[in-house]
């Protein structure tokens, strides 16, 4: 836990450059689309690392009872204000491996957590562990597959024989990308059983001239939920998502 990565001192920074760009946009709305078939009615759900708020307002304005939770003080701030108008929604300052009751809830949300963990694996252990059966997981997670695939495209061939790994490490740079392929063949050995798998962002982060991610969103949104559940391109996602049954 020590070693984890929160963003205390630069809540603001994070909020703008996550959900403040065409990344953080286009990675809530696909994360949403992903989910809607599996919270069709009203659920207890718990947001664990659920930063702002953003996923947290979009379940709470369906009706559902959202606990959001957050290692960072600076960052829970943010969401006492994002949310103060929202009823259904309770706010906690605490680390993921300090909840331990994930039982209560029908579904569990760790979106953008795991690649700041020093022990990601242990942290989707843990998940598992406490929940009660039947509930549901999703998990998103930094892709380090795809990571590699755009370090290439790029040319960052020394960055790549490195393992990928900075000299310094860049504040909003993810210390533990995932292998998603290896993610999911963790999650079944311990009992989880796959709902459903998507890649988002699996064009936006390649497209040559950037200045189409914003000119021309709307065809790129279409194109990313036309196949960010199909092979091979939900392999190609800068994130990985993964619906998971306990």
Known sequence: M??????????????KNIYGTTKGRLRHTILCDVLAPFVAKPLKAIDVGGGT????????????????????????????????????????HQYLQEIDDLNH????????????????????THLF????????????????????FANAIYGNFDYIAKGLKAK?????????PLSAMKVVGFCESLGFKVKAKAGIRCFHDYMRDISHQDSKY????SLERQYCMSEPYMWLGKYFHIVLEK
């Open 168 to 176: 310094k490490q860049v504040r909003l740079n993810p210390k533990q």
């Open 53 to 92: 708020g953003v996923m947290a307002a979009h379940l709470a304005s369906q009706g559902h009872d959202v606990v959001l939770t957050d290692a960072s003080k600076d960052v829970l701030q943010q969401a006492e204000e994002n949310l103060k108008l929202l009823e259904g929604v309770t706010i906690r």
């Open 105 to 124: 809830f029908d579904l569990v949300l760790c979106h953008a957590v795991l690649e700041w963990l020093d022990a990601p694996f242990d942290a989707i």
């Open 218 to 221: 709307e065809e790129l949104l």
């Open 2 to 15: 020590k070693n984890d990565r929160i963003f205390d001192g630069i809540a603001d920074t994070f909020s």
């Open 129 to 148: 562990n406490n929940m009660r059966n039947g509930a549901t997981l999703s998990l998103s997670f930094f892709n380090q597959d795809a990571n590699l």
